[in-house]
């Protein structure tokens, strides 16, 4: 069984709204990344918030048993994926797929076709591509967790991708989503409007 984490810890000053609420056609960042990560490998989904923590929770329409509350959120993105580790059962999960909240315009058919991949190949790492380009989500393996939870705050969970760098499993796909950074409204209309395109 893997777990998805839904990174929408941080402060969103250039979106100017929490991105796990923004919408892109209809869904919110968040909803998107939960129909995304809908598998049946997937079993454990955590949802991981820190600044404006109780707004956000309110207006989610997640199960709030799914929910992890980043108090260390100022740190950076590694510390939600710290978070969303430590709330897992101790030996239950395989790996973690993570999914950062400004990228969720990824289809359920590439994270499926990510796990497939995973799991076939056996690597460490699984993460998409899109023209060459590294994107996410991306699927650690369960041994992993440890450097994860050692990884320089500074460098982050690259730190543990530049360490394996000959056990990563790279997918690629046609689906431009997996680069875009969605991060402020700007981006987020270009997006919508190439995406309707699409």
Not at 9 to 31: C, N, Q, T, Y
Not at 98 to 116: F, G, N, S, Y
């Amino acid at each position: 069984m893997l777990a998805a984490a839904i990174l929408a810890a941080g402060e969103s000053r250039r979106m100017g709204d929490p991105k796990a609420l923004v919408s892109i056609h209809g869904l919110s960042f968040v909803d998107h990344l939960i129909a995304a990560t809908r598998l049946p490998r997937i079993g454990i989904t955590r949802i991981v918030l820190g600044a404006r923590a109780e707004e956000i929770r309110e207006k989610l329409k997640a199960d709030s048993a799914t929910i992890v509350v980043n108090a260390d959120w100022p740190k950076g993105q590694l510390s939600s994926i710290h978070a969303a580790i430590r709330s897992l059962p101790a030996g239950v999960t395989e790996g973690i797929v993570v999914c950062p909240v400004d990228h969720p315009v990824v289809t359920v058919r590439l994270v499926a076709e990510l796990i497939k991949q995973f799991d076939a190949s056996g690597k460490l790492i699984a993460l998409p591509t899109y023209r060459r380009k590294r994107g996410h989500p991306v699927i650690f393996r369960a041994p992993l967790y440890d450097e994860l939870l050692a990884a320089a705050p500074e460098i982050g969970a690259r730190a543990v991708v530049w360490a394996h760098a000959q056990d990563i499993k790279e997918v690629a796909t046609d689906e431009e989503g997996v680069i875009l950074n969605l991060n402020d409204p700007e981006t987020l209309q270009r997006a919508g409007r190439s995406l309707r395109s699409s």
